[in-house]
């Protein structure tokens, strides 16, 4: 996934495809070298710390992850699903790159739901060295760019990229959810991912950044560009992060700073409306 190699091994065959928005991404390979990371899905977890040091409990897009840090300065979590049932056991290795996964229900809608989770937090905190981000946020390409729509949950980004894709030509959604970024020479470019909310939008695709866009419901449609500080406070709260962890958060930092010298960030205080996406479009496809 943009451009990253990664393995799944199951330590007992599964029955049922939990991985299915995955298709997309999969390739052909027999090289059986340490890969950047792999999350290993296991039958039980002999070496769990029961008394490892809870960090708390965070709101993950509507379901919790319990965070615990471990003896050996390593993680292990819990995660729940939104009805707040425990779906899966974690422990991450070092760095990420070599993860363990219990998945605690055997209804397949939570092993699927558990596994996906993992895999997303295996693949933000193991790879956020290498100026790569996991970014909440609906993408639409337009005319071979990506313009990033990021928002709290509810707010309307969603809405907002359909409101591209309905009303101006030559748009297609690439992701509605957690689109990856990578910054590659000093471009910064978007990826699709698969993982994508409630929208299967899990494309293999990718495109430079035209522009990103904080989403802003008000009573106008009304677009500014953000100074650097701006977007900097902007974006941070809408990338994977763990702030406790100086690794992860230095990083995460790092990449944002080479984000906003690479592309423009804005917001658009708008009503859910046509007028509101040609605002938007006019500003940011001009500038970019």
């Excluded at 965070?67 to 049932?85: A, S």
């Excluded at 650097?228 to 790092?254: G, H, Q």
Aim: charged share 25%; glycine share 6%; aromatic share 10%.
């Amino acid at each position: 996934m943009a451009g990253h190699p990664l393995r799944i091994r199951y330590e007992e065959e599964e029955k049922e495809t939990l991985l299915a928005n995955f298709d997309n991404f999969r390739i052909a390979s027999d090289d059986e070298r340490e890969d950047r990371f792999c999350v290993n899905v296991v039958s039980r977890l002999n070496d769990w710390e029961d008394d490892a040091h809870k960090i708390g409990i965070f709101d993950c897009g509507g379901n919790d992850y319990v965070v615990y840090h471990r003896d050996d300065d390593t993680y292990q979590f819990l995660i729940y699903n939104p009805q707040n049932e425990l779906c899966v056991k974690l422990i991450a290795g070092n760095k990420f790159r070599q993860t363990k996964v219990m998945l605690v229900s055997s209804r397949i809608e939570d092993r699927r739901f558990g596994l996906n989770n993992s895999m997303m937090l295996a693949y933000s905190f193991s790879l956020c060295e290498d100026d790569t981000l996991l970014v909440h946020s609906s993408v639409i390409r337009h005319a071979g760019k990506g313009y990033m729509m990021t928002a709290p949950s509810g707010t309307g980004k969603s809405t907002h990229t359909y409101l591209w894709y309905k009303n101006i030509p030559d748009c297609d959604l690439m992701n509605d959810d957690n689109p990856i970024i990578r910054i590659i020479d000093g471009e910064a470019i978007v990826y699709g991912s698969p993982w994508s909310g409630k929208t299967p939008c899990y494309r293999n695709i990718n495109a430079p950044i035209g522009g990103i866009v904080r989403i802003k419901q008000g009573p106008e449609n009304i677009i500014h560009r953000l100074s650097p500080i701006e977007a900097f406070t902007m974006m941070l709260p809408a990338c994977n992060n763990m702030k406790w962890d100086k690794r992860i958060y230095t990083s995460v930092c790092s990449s944002l700073t080479k984000l906003i010298s690479a592309t423009r960030l804005w917001e658009l205080e708008c009503r859910p409306d046509r007028e509101a996406a040609i605002v938007c479009h006019n500003a940011v496809v001009q500038d970019s």
